[in-house]
């Protein structure tokens, strides 16, 4: 069964030359011009995928993506955000609301659908070795995909599981950033190390006392220690 690509964009031509280029690449493709739109379309066609631009009229780019990572139901659907903002800070604020992905316009339309695929291909990836892992108070099920710190669920993101899941599977072995975007992102290209600090500073902040467990070595990387 093909994939479901939801665009979000409020310039046609950018609607078109997705929509059309997804297609022949084998994607079903739905579209929506505006934030308030997207956010119905997400809960009516339920998309594997979203892609979204940032400047959007009714709702902005930034508090769709904001919505949709607070809805447990929406929570999981990997991100891509579209953007004519290149500079550092704004790509922060995406990563910050839960964008898994992001492309400054102009951008190459074949780059798109291959971080797109990457990313849908993330998902897909075999469950982890083990089916929990509790340190303390919080218990990680890499089976159901849940997390939970003193009884109380997490929500966190398909890519944010992932990257926890990733880094307690090394069992306190060191991740570089270039390896995390690799490992998690399934990157082979060099790509902007500052998406791993984002999400591991988000990630840290939904696990509140947790957190802890997520060490940062300075200049080198990051590990996950037990303890």
């Given at each position: 069964m093909s994939k479901k690509v939801l665009v979000v964009?409020?310039?046609?031509?950018?609607l078109e030359l997705l929509t059309y280029n997804l297609k022949q690449a084998g994607y079903e493709v739905l579209s929506a011009?505006?934030?308030?739109?997207?956010?119905?379309?997400?809960?009516?066609?339920?998309?594997d995928?979203?892609?979204?631009?940032?400047?959007?009229?009714v709702i902005d780019g930034l508090e769709v993506c904001k919505t949709l990572k607070k809805d447990?139901?929406?929570?999981?659907?990997?991100?891509?955000?579209?953007?004519?903002?290149?500079?550092?800070a704004d790509r922060i604020k995406g990563f910050e609301s839960g964008v898994d992905d992001y492309l400054v316009k102009p951008f190459s339309v074949r780059e798109l659908i291959l971080r797109l695929k990457r990313l849908l291909e993330s998902d897909s990836k075999k469950t982890p070795k083990k089916d929990k892992v509790?340190?303390?108070?919080?218990?990680?099920?890499?089976?159901?995909?849940?997390?939970t710190y003193k009884g109380k669920p997490i929500n966190l993101t398909a890519m944010e599981f992932k990257l926890l899941a990733a880094l307690v599977e090394a069992n306190g072995a060191l991740f570089s950033r270039d390896q995390l975007l690799?490992?998690?992102?399934?990157?082979?290209a060099v790509v902007d190390t500052r998406t791993v600090d984002a999400h591991i500073s988000r990630?840290?902040?939904?696990?509140?006392?947790?957190?802890?467990?997520?060490?940062?070595?300075?200049?080198?990387?990051?590990?996950?220690?037990?303890?």
């Open positions: 964009d409020d310039e046609q031509d950018v011009e505006d934030g308030k739109e997207a956010l119905w379309k997400v809960r009516v066609f339920s998309p995928i979203i892609v979204l631009d940032i400047m959007l009229p447990p139901q929406s929570s999981k659907i990997p991100i891509i955000m579209l953007t004519a903002r290149g500079n550092e509790i340190c303390g108070d919080l218990v990680i099920d890499t089976a159901a995909y849940t997390v690799d490992n998690v992102w399934n990157y082979n990630l840290r902040e939904k696990l509140g006392p947790a957190g802890k467990y997520i060490q940062t070595v300075h200049r080198m990387g990051y590990r996950f220690i037990k303890s």
